[in-house]
């Protein structure tokens, strides 16, 4: 079946730091990977995607790569800001589901102090 | 701005009523799924609906059941409502086609007392 492992939380970092948050997947076809961010009190955005092999999509400073041998989708982040603070989903979406079906993994919850 | 609206955004039932929440979908979205969002979880999907029929459910009973008009818009009824259906319920719009963006709303918080 589908499913997204995601790294623990919570995650603590100054700002300036560099941020990775480790995401893995299990998918019975060719995904599509995602992170998506969920401010407090707030809905979700997509944050970056990747539809294939090799891929890496960036957004806003925030990076992942498609690894398929690895079957990872790790976000990165060079600098993070306090602005960052949030929780980030790793989703993927299998061609054979359902259309546009999202699997989440649990969230982490990242905290950035000045 | 993703375009997708829903309402109410807060509400309180009580344990065994009914409740519906609405969503309007971006512009030009065929494609309207629903997902639930428990407090320190992922979310969940529930199901979706693709041109007014439903087409896929997740792990949810038949009292979870849904609506899609001809305009696109959407609604998810939860009937007996039950003290776990608290949650953040989130829908979500994208256009037609595998691979495209899925845009979600803010999301409807139920809370069931």
């Known amino acids: 079946g589908n499913s997204v492992t995601q790294m623990e939380g919570p995650v603590t970092l100054s700002e300036e730091a560099f941020l990775t948050i480790n995401c893995t997947y299990t998918a019975t076809g060719y995904p599509s990977l995602f992170w998506y961010v969920q401010y407090p009190g707030e809905g979700l955005q997509l944050l970056l995607k990747a539809t294939k092999a090799d891929d890496k999509g960036s957004n806003k400073g925030f990076e992942a790569t498609y690894r398929k041998e690895t079957t990872s989708f790790h976000l990165e982040k060079g600098s993070v800001q306090v602005s960052d603070s949030a929780v980030y989903f790793c989703?993927?979406?299998?061609?054979?589901?359902?259309?546009?079906?999202?699997?989440f993994g649990r969230g982490t919850q990242l905290t950035v102090w000045p | 701005e993703t375009g997708v609206t829903q309402s109410p955004t807060h509400l309180i039932k009580t344990r065994g009523q009914q409740v519906t929440l609405r969503c309007s979908s971006q512009s030009g979205h065929n494609t309207v799924s629903w997902y639930q969002q428990a407090l320190g979880q992922g979310p969940q999907f529930i199901f979706q609906?693709?041109?007014?029929?439903?087409?896929g459910r997740g792990n949810f009973p038949p009292r979870f059941s849904g609506l899609q008009f001809p305009n696109y818009s959407s609604e998810l009824n939860v009937n007996a409502l039950e003290l776990d259906d608290s949650a953040l319920y989130l829908c979500?719009?994208?256009?037609?086609?595998?691979?495209?963006?899925?845009?979600f709303g803010e999301g409807s918080w139920l809370t069931v007392v």
């Open positions: 989703a993927l979406s299998d061609r054979g589901s359902t259309l546009g079906r999202l699997y």
């Open positions: 979500a719009s994208s256009p037609e086609g595998y691979g495209n963006t899925i845009y």
């Open positions: 609906y693709y041109r007014e029929e439903e087409n």
